[in-house]
C-alpha cells in the first residue's frame, strides 16, 4: 500500500465510527502494518482523519 491508494475498510472499528465497506485514502505510510487514512462522505466532508493498521484496509483497484 502506497499513498493516495483508496482503500476499502474491511471489518467495522465502532471507537473510531468506521464501518466496514467504507472507502478511503491512504495519505501517508507509517510503517508497512500503519497507515494515515482519511475517509470522506459524498460532499467531501472528513468522517475520519487517523491511524489505521493493515488488517482494516484493502486495496481497491
Known amino acids: 500500500m502506497k499513498?493516495?491508494?483508496v482503500v476499502r475498510i474491511?471489518?467495522?472499528k465502532p471507537h473510531e465510527a468506521i464501518t466496514k465497506g467504507q472507502?478511503?485514502?491512504?495519505l501517508?505510510?507509517?510503517d508497512e502494518?500503519?497507515?494515515e487514512v482519511e475517509?470522506?462522505?459524498s460532499n467531501?466532508?472528513?468522517?475520519f482523519l487517523g491511524a489505521l493498521s493493515r488488517?482494516?484496509?484493502?486495496?481497491v483497484v
Open 3 to 5: 499513498p493516495f491508494d
Open 10 to 12: 474491511t471489518k467495522d
Open 23 to 26: 472507502i478511503g485514502t491512504i
Open 28 to 30: 501517508e505510510v507509517y
Open 33 to 35: 502494518k500503519k497507515f
Open 39 to 41: 475517509i470522506c462522505d
Open 44 to 47: 467531501g466532508t472528513t468522517l
Open 55 to 59: 488488517e482494516f484496509l484493502e486495496v
